[in-house]
Every structure is written in C-alpha cells, then in structure tokens.
C-alpha cells in the first residue's frame, strides 16, 4: 500500500511538488477532490508511471513514493499491481471506428492496438487523407495496371502497325496474313537490328511485285580472241611478203587501177577474148603478156591468200557486229539498271573494235596492191576491253537467271529483309516499351505480393490477410456482450444501449437501432465498465492491487450518477488500496457518504484537494488536505462562499487568478436561490434589486473573466477581483440577508476548526 507520494518533478504543474508534513499519508481508500484543469489527470498519470518507473508523457518524470513494505522512485520498478482509469486509458482502450454504415466499438487497449494496425494497413491500402498525394497501395495498384495496360496497348499498336507496313510492302496490298501476333514472334527471333538503305528497300520490294522471268542466253564470246590473235599473226606475215614482179609504175602508183587491171586480166584470160571487154578494141599480145609477168603466179597466190584472209576478218566482224544484247526489259527490274550501265559499255566497246576490224582490213586490202613491197601493221585490235564488257553484261544476266531458278528463294529472303528492317524501325521504342513494361509488372508484383528482398515491403493479399486476422483477433478476444450489457445496465441504470458482436469488434445499438451518435457521458461510462471487467483479468488480483480513477462519471448524465456510484463501489470495495479523483461536487458528496459510513475494519480513508497557485508566474499544483465545509457539509456552495468570503489580495496577479471562475459559479448558485427559473445570468442578476453600477460590474467581470486561467493576464485583474468580490458580497447580503449570515456564521465557524 502506497503511504506518501513523498516528491514530484516535470510532471506538468507538480514540477517540483514536496509531501506535506501535516498533510495525514494515504489509507485503504483515498478521495481526491480538485477542480477540472487542476492537475487530477495528471496526478493520475503518476500513479500509472509507477508499473514501469517511466512516462510517455513526461519522460523527464521523477518522483519518490512511501510504501507498506519500503520507498520507490523512478529508477526502481513499484511492487505492486496498479489499474488506473482516466483519459489515457480511455484513448488508450477505447476505439469507435466510425465512418461506417455500423460504427465499430473496440473495446481493450490489445484490440485497440489492433484496430490501430488494421486502420494504419488501411492507410496503406487505401491511402491517408492527411497526407498530400497518398493514394494507397490499391489505387497505386489500380493506376500501375492502367499504365500497364495502356503501355502494352502501345507496344501492341507498334505491333499492329508494322504487320500493316510488312504486309503491305511483302504483298502489294493490306492482307490480312501477316498480323500483329506474327510481327510479335518475328520480333522474338530479331537478334539486332536491321535497317535497309533506300536502295535495298526498292530492290526488295521490286522482288516481291516481280512475275518469274525466262531464263536469258549470254553473250558468247567464243573464240573471238583466238581468232584475232590468229588473223593478227596472219596478216604481218602477209604484210612482210613480197613477190619479184615486173614493174609496171602506172599500176604500182595507182592501186585502184592495178586492181581494175587485173581483175580484166582475169576476165580475159577466162573468156579468151582476144579484144578488150570495155572499148572492144583489139588487145596487143605484148601488152597481155607484160600484164601477166606484172601479175604472175606467185602474185596470185599471194592474192589468193590475202583474200583468204579478208574472208576471216569479215566473218569475225560479222560474228562481233551480230553480238547484241538483249533489252533490259528482259531482266528483272532491280537488276535493269546495273545491266543498262554495262550494256552500254558493251555497245561501246563493240563500236570500237569493229572501227579497228575496218581499218584493220584497209591495211590487208592495200597489200593487195603492194604484193612486191613489205608493208608494216599499224592497227592493232585488243579484245580486252571488249570481251571485259561481255562478260559483265553477262554477269547481270546470270543474277538474272539464278533468281529465275531460284524465285521462289528470292522471294522469301525478300520479305524476311523486309520484315526485319520494319521491325528494326520500332526495335528502340519496342525496347523502351519493354523496359517501362517490366519495370511495372515488377511494381504490380511487389504492390500485390510485396518484395521478398525488402521484409517491410508488403504486398496487398498480405495486408488484407493481416487485417482479417487482426478483425478476428479482435472479435474473440473481447469480453462477451452479456456482461458488458449487464454492468452497462447497472452503471447507466437504464437499459437502452447494448452492445452486440461484430467482425472488428462490437456494434452499439440503442432500443434495437444502431447508436450512431454516443454522448460523451455514454462513451465514458462504457470505458468504465470495461475497466471494471478488465480488473477481473487473471494478471490482476483485486484485492492485492491499487485501483486508481479519475472521474468515472465526466459528462455524465445526472440521472445515472447513483448508479453510477453504486456501480464503482462494490467494483472497487474489495481492493487493496483505491484513490479516487472527482471535479464533480454530487458525485464527491456520495464517495464521502459512502466512505464516512464506512466501517473502519474494512481500512482507513482519507480525504485531499488538489489546490493551484502562482509561483513566480508558473501555476504549481500541490496536495492538501480537503476544506472541511467540503466533507462537513452537503453543498459546494458553502464552500464555495468561504473561499470568496475570505479571499484577500496580496497584490499579486497569483493570488488573484482563480476568484472570477469561482465567484461566477458561486453567483449561479446563488441565483439558482433566488431566481429559480430558466432565464440567464444577465436577466436573473437584472431581476435582483440592487445598485445597477454594482449589478453591471459584477456581471462584466463574471462574464469577461470566467476563463482567465490559461491565458494572458490583464493588469487590471487584481484591482477589479478586489472590487467585485466586494460587490458580490455586499449584493449577497442586500437581497437575502438571512440567507447570507447563515453562510457567514458557517464560514466562521469552519475557520475557527
């Protein structure tokens, strides 16, 4: 059992708080009396500190308590089990998970702290409000599939489109096929890219437009070049041959005539005509013998060969001037413009060696005339170039005639050029694609199953598993319903509210409807009620422990308040040591009837109030022992009238900083006397027969500075406190001096005590 709380420090206003000697230590059972913002609450988060020798709150906290069996502070752990009730536990015990069709009640400080982790995987999945930009893990999801969605659909348009151009550009027309499915699979196989030139793009879609073309005959070069290195060899050995002739200067200075002449020799000798041919005159003997010694046998034979060897030349001209190539109409379209180059170097070069194959044969003709004389070659005939231009004519030809046999092979490497450089075209979108694609499965897959390189990345199916487990933990696990609506009952002392199973906790209905909007009174009272029933939990034996509340009944409604008495003492009654603080005058006069009537063997009680005061400008919170107009009489208002009946100023605003709060509450009991009807404060101080100046004072002073605690003072406080407490007084005993003198008398006799 605690006996003293023998020192406080940085613990809100008890900052540096000494026991009083005089002051009698704590019994079984302890009342604390104290206005609201007087420092209960924070008393009480003392008592809650001792459990675990430190705060939340405060963590600067230090203190010293007295006990049965020896002294603790903050550095060492209390021996005993403590149960406090107050507004920690409260927010710590009590969840209402509103924004639903069925508010949720949580009840126990374990489920409260699961509500709290299935609201924060709420939070997660469906994002915080608060916080700018949170959208939470389903919508992020819902937005990463769209945006999968739309880039697959990109990627698939790429796809759809490019089937379209390869397609197209490998069948003349749109066909239908080659599709995207087809330009996927392609895609797969495309080991790098494949970008055609211009050239090559019309060359291979010339291919695939082309019909099969015949085979083509080449140029045939034959023996062309035998030939003319032999006619060449044959011609300088005539050239250097000569014949012993007798010299007939007229024919050799005129070949034409030597020709004429001898060609007329012939035709003589073979007609045997005896008169010339042309002037049918009669030829001279000596001049037909002088012709033949000019033209003998071996000048005819030399003839003879010479002719011999004109009628190889003419037969090789002709052969080379009826080698002509074909239209380039004739081959395939991609192939006719190399082929037209070349055949015009062909043409050309044939030009020149058939010019040489005449000039060629002038030399031969004029040895005709020179039979006796050795005459030098002077054209020479290259078939280099000629035959070169042959056979790159007939290169084209032959790639002609191997895609001829090979059409159907130049076709499909065609198409598969084709169809890999469109492809080639979108490969870097495609790989982009595929990249941001990637990346957002992965994103989905961890926002769905989370990250299993990354523990606190938790996928979605997890956090909802986690939430349905919390929502079962959390329905098994609170105390059953009957009991709550028993003592329910008994607290409120009606029976309108009951609680009813639900998946996250309980649902509260009011006359069978859902309760949707508590009272604060009604929300206390259920807090209490299960701090009542968790004192029954097995960690906790009531009467080996300290039981602590504060202001069970806070807004409660005053019809409930006995039962609400009654409720809390035989809860409590069995305890080792209990400590009650109360702001509440109705519910203090019932705990100090009760604890009066107490039978002394059941233990000792003590009454205290917790009182403020100003020191060096710091309100300080101290323990003392309760007024006895508190505990001796049955109204807050005898007590009341004493403390502004006896209140003097030392000057100071610290002295002063509590009087208009209490002088207000002191007048409305007055009032409540001698006005007891419903009208304001302003109309019933307006109905009293008093001095208006006085009147108008005390009730701007009332009205302006009821609240000043907490706020920045007004110099003229004390000055006006002093003022009006005297008007109070003297308005007191103006209007019911009966009633007046009777309080002082009691005032009086307090202080003599």
């Known amino acids: 059992m605690i006996t003293k709380i023998e020192t406080i420090k940085n613990l809100g206003i008890f900052t540096d708080y000494k026991w009083d000697s005089s002051l009698p230590e704590f019994k079984r059972f302890n009342l604390i009396y104290g206005w609201n913002g007087s420092g209960k609450t924070t008393l009480s988060q003392l008592f809650a500190s001792f459990e675990t020798n430190k705060s939340e709150i405060y963590p600067d906290l230090e203190y010293k308590i007295q006990a049965a069996d020896g002294n603790f502070t903050h550095k060492n752990v209390f021996n005993k089990k403590i149960r406090v009730f107050n507004q920690d536990y409260i927010s710590a015990n009590i969840e209402i998970l509103s924004g639903k069709a069925k508010p949720i009640f949580i009840l126990g400080k374990e489920n409260k702290e699961l509500a709290d982790a299935i609201k924060q995987d709420e939070k997660i999945l469906y994002g915080d409000q608060e916080k700018k930009g949170d959208i939470g893990k389903i919508k992020e999801l819902e937005q990463k599939k769209k945006e999968l969605e739309r880039k697959d659909n990109?990627?698939?348009?790429?796809?759809?489109?490019?089937?379209?151009?390869?397609?197209?550009?490998?069948?003349?027309?749109?066909?239908?096929?080659?599709?995207?499915?087809?330009?996927?699979?392609?895609?797969?196989?495309?080991?790098?890219?494949?970008?055609?030139?211009?050239?090559?793009?019309?060359?291979?879609?010339?291919?695939?437009?082309?019909?099969?073309?015949?085979?083509?005959?080449?140029?045939?070069?034959?023996?062309?070049?035998?030939?003319?290195?032999?006619?060449?060899?044959?011609?300088?050995?005539?050239?250097?041959?000569?014949?012993?002739?007798?010299?007939?200067?007229?024919?050799?200075?005129?070949?034409?005539?030597?020709?004429?002449?001898?060609?007329?020799?012939?035709?003589?000798?073979?007609?045997?005509?005896?008169?010339?041919?042309?002037?049918?005159?009669?030829?001279?003997?000596?001049?037909?013998?002088?012709?033949?010694?000019?033209?003998?046998?071996?000048?005819?034979?030399?003839?003879?060969?010479?002719?011999?060897?004109?009628?190889?030349?003419?037969?090789?001209?002709?052969?080379?001037?009826?080698?002509?190539?074909?239209?380039?109409?004739?081959?395939?379209?991609?192939?006719?413009?190399?082929?037209?180059?070349?055949?015009?170097?062909?043409?050309?070069?044939?030009?020149?060696?058939?010019?040489?194959?005449?000039?060629?044969?002038?030399?031969?003709?004029?040895?005709?005339?020179?039979?006796?004389?050795?005459?030098?070659?002077?054209?020479?005939?290259?078939?280099?170039?000629?035959?070169?231009?042959i056979k790159k004519v007939n290169e084209e030809i032959l790639k002609h005639n191997e895609k001829t046999n090979n059409f159907t092979q130049a076709k499909e490497e065609a198409t598969a050029k084709l169809e890999n450089h469109y492809l080639s075209e979108i490969s870097d979108d495609i790989k982009n694609l595929e990249v941001e694609i990637k990346k957002l499965q992965n994103e989905i897959s961890f926002l769905e199953k989370g990250n299993p390189k990354d523990s606190t990345n938790v996928g979605i199916a997890q956090i909802q598993q986690r939430i349905t487990d919390n929502r079962n933990r959390i329905s098994t696990s609170g105390p059953a319903c009957e009991k709550i609506n028993e003592y329910l009952i008994t607290y409120l002392g009606r029976d309108e509210l009951t609680f009813e199973i639900a998946e996250e906790g309980y649902i509260i209905k009011r006359k069978d409807k859902i309760a949707k909007n508590l009272s604060e009174g009604e929300k206390t009272a259920i807090a209490f009620v299960y701090f009542i029933i968790h004192l029954e939990d097995q960690d906790f034996n009531v009467g080996d422990g300290i039981i602590v509340i504060d202001d069970p009944i806070c807004s409660l409604d005053s019809n409930s308040l006995f039962q609400a008495f009654a409720f809390l003492k035989n809860a409590v009654k069995d305890s080792a040591q209990i400590f009650i603080l109360t702001h509440n005058f109705d519910f203090l006069k019932l705990l100090l009837n009760w604890l009066k009537n107490h039978p002394k063997r059941y233990g000792g009680k003590e009454y205290y109030m917790i009182k403020n005061q100003y020191v060096k400008g710091d309100r300080i919170a101290t323990l003392d022992a309760m007024d006895e107009l508190l505990t001796k009489y049955e109204s807050e208002y005898q007590y009341l009238f004493k403390v502004i009946y006896n209140f003097q100023s030392d000057g100071t605003i610290e002295s002063v900083y509590h009087i208009p709060n209490l002088a207000r509450k002191l007048l409305e009991y007055f009032l409540m006397v001698m006005v007891p009807n419903s009208d304001g404060l302003y109309h019933k101080i307006e109905s009293l027969d008093f001095d208006e100046n006085k009147k108008t004072a005390i009730y701007k002073f009332m009205n302006d500075q009821s609240h000043i605690t907490g706020k920045g003072f007004d110099p003229s406080l004390v000055q006006e406190s002093q003022n009006n407490v005297k008007y109070l007084m003297e308005m007191m005993e103006t209007v019911f001096p009966e009633h007046y003198n009777i309080l002082k008398k009691l005032v009086s006799e307090s202080n003599q005590s």
């Open 154 to 389: 990109e990627k698939g348009k790429h796809f759809t489109d490019v089937a379209k151009i390869i397609s197209t550009n490998t069948s003349g027309v749109s066909a239908r096929n080659y599709r995207k499915n087809n330009a996927e699979q392609a895609f797969l196989r495309l080991e790098a890219k494949q970008i055609l030139s211009e050239k090559l793009i019309n060359q291979f879609s010339l291919t695939l437009k082309q019909q099969e073309r015949p085979i083509l005959n080449e140029l045939s070069i034959g023996e062309i070049n035998e030939n003319v290195n032999a006619i060449i060899l044959n011609a300088k050995s005539l050239l250097e041959s000569t014949v012993e002739t007798a010299i007939i200067e007229r024919l050799k200075e005129n070949p034409d005539v030597s020709k004429w002449v001898e060609q007329g020799l012939t035709l003589h000798t073979a007609k045997n005509s005896s008169n010339c041919e042309f002037c049918n005159q009669l030829l001279p003997q000596e001049r037909i013998s002088e012709l033949m010694a000019y033209f003998n046998d071996a000048d005819k034979k030399l003839k003879d060969d010479i002719d011999i060897l004109i009628d190889k030349i003419e037969q090789l001209y002709a052969t080379i001037k009826n080698l002509n190539v074909l239209d380039k109409a004739n081959l395939y379209d991609e192939l006719q413009d190399d082929y037209s180059f070349k055949a015009e170097i062909f043409t050309k070069c044939k030009t020149e060696i058939l010019e040489n194959f005449s000039t060629f044969r002038e030399e031969i003709e004029n040895k005709r005339t020179n039979t006796a004389t050795t005459l030098e070659l002077f054209v020479n005939i290259s078939t280099e170039s000629f035959i070169s231009a």
